[in-house]
């Protein structure tokens, strides 16, 4: 049998050249081991981070690579289960190109950002969600798994895979590979990656924890710039959480990317509130 042995550890956490497990019963990682762990994931009592992986264990990236084309929404859900955070080669892809992301949220609005050939793209497997996190004190989007609903997106390039700012502008959350996962026009198949909020650390909103109305007039502005009102209105009908209480600052902008709507587009911003029943708050 295959397998990348490694010792037991008990100590809060050991890094080695490939694998930290802290406090886990793991004593090997072969595909005897890995299948179970991904379709039943709440059975792994422990937590994998895979690092340094494409060098230095060839044998676990094909294994990474085979599950995840097999089971890619199971095998991204069970990631953020157990905490193991992919960093890239994921997906079967030889591309070299640049890497791009998808965005489901105040990325689509391209006046966020810096990042250059925006598209129109397509997830498929997941839904949006209004959680809160501790690393941020308002809500903020993220997806979550679910077999019957696309996702209308940007994608964009990250130039040199350099993920550095946006990591940043997406603190608390986990930069995960989708590649097979998002249909796009793009004629090279790059490389494309999402952020989402690891499931340990999403929350259900409270009224301590407001939606932004200055982020949701950025996110909806970007719909509709993109995908016209049908846009907007695919965005209201794919995201959970609208009983979330949303705090009126559009007079002082808390959100920092806060941006300028025109009249007609502060009125469908109301209107789409309105629909869903949404309590505001000054």
Known sequence: MLAVRCPRFDAPSVLLPEIAIPSADVTHLSPEFIYPMVLRPESFRGRLLLRHWITSSP???????HMYTKFPTKFLCAVQLIGLTPLNGWSNSANMSDPYFFGYGSLVNTKTHV???????????????????NARDMSFLTIVPTDRTELLGLIAKVPDA????????EVGYDRLIATDMIAHDHAENPELAIYAIPEATRFPP?????????YLDVVLQGYLHVFGEAGVQHFMETTDGWDTVVLNDRANPIYPRAQMLSADETALVDTCLMQVGAQLRD
């Open 162 to 169: 350099d993920w550095d700012a946006l990591d940043a502008r």
């Open 115 to 133: 990042y250059q050939d925006a598209r129109p793209a397509k997830l498929s497997g997941w839904r949006r969600a209004w959680k809160r996190t």
């Open 206 to 214: 409270t009224p301590d924890y407001p939606i932004l109305l200055s």
């Open 59 to 65: 044998m676990v990236v094909r294994l990474c690579r």
